[in-house]
């Protein structure tokens, strides 16, 4: 089971748009070097919604060969067509990725059912660690605990990234795991920086992380000590995150963190359409809330 601070890692792009390799791989050895516990490639904050396929797994071996087994890799590789998706998996299980990240169909609303049958399709045609993720704010469907009770009893299907924000309904999820996957296990990571602590505190077992593209080692140190039930480290640590938790998120991920990296030297300015640049009006709210953090930049 892989535990603690997983960073959601940006792609940086050239003005122009091209991914940038050579900041690419600066960004993967800083990662490492300061603690962080896996590297998600090709998430949301990836910018994966617009990089075409050839892309996208261009993108995962390149993270796959450059972390070279020092931490695990975890590849996004979900879509709203399962066909699609299987295709991303397969690749990114060819390549030596360590788990693939399946989020929720978008954009198609499929039923319960539908999620299950989707879900269920992908595990058995690829055989890898599979992390279901669940992030209705952009998906609009939304995976209820009941299906992934559902899903959790397939035997790859051994985890999942919770971006609901609900705490009371993650407790009423991993209350009820253990009675259906039995000595199997299933980790819940959640997806929300600013409820991360709260989730770990009540069982979760890490974080998929934005802030961490800033904090990488501050993230691990706050995720660790919180897995360990150090509260009061945990706690500390977390508090002095939250403008970060909070102001990443001014405008749609990954506008802010890609702003604040390339303010901190570590990345160009490139961001693709339909995303654009982070707003004169919101850059005093982020430097702010670096500065509070303790970014240095």
Known sequence: MIQGSLVALVTPMTPEGAVDWDAYERLIEWHIASGTDGIVTMGTTGESPTLDIAEHNEVVAFTVKKVAGRVPVIAGTG?????????LTQHARDVGADVSLQVVPYYNKPTQEGLYQHFKAIAEA?????WLYNVPGRT???????????????????????????????????????EVVGDKEFAVYSGND????????V?????????????????HEMASAAVAGNVAVAR???????????????????????????????????IRLPLTPLSEANRPVVEKAMREAGVEF
């Open 79 to 87: 879509g709203n067509s399962t066909a699609e998706a299987i295709e």
């Open 194 to 201: 600013d409820s991360a602590l709260a989730l770990m505190l």
């Open 236 to 270: 500390a640590i977390n508090n002095r995150l939250m403008p970060l938790h909070q102001k990443l998120f001014c405008e749609p991920n990954p506008v802010a963190p890609k702003w604040a990296l390339y303010r901190m030297g570590r990345i160009g300015s490139g």
């Open 203 to 219: 069982g979760g077992t890490g974080v998929i992380s934005v802030t961490a593209n800033l904090m990488p080692r501050e993230m």
């Open 140 to 178: 609009v469907a939304d995976l209820k605990n009941e299906t992934v009770l559902r899903l959790a009893q397939i035997p790859n299907i051994v985890g999942l990234k919770d971006a609901t924000g609900d705490i009371a309904r993650a407790i009423d999820l991993l209350r009820r795991l253990p």
């Open 126 to 130: 690829v055989n890898m660690p599979m």
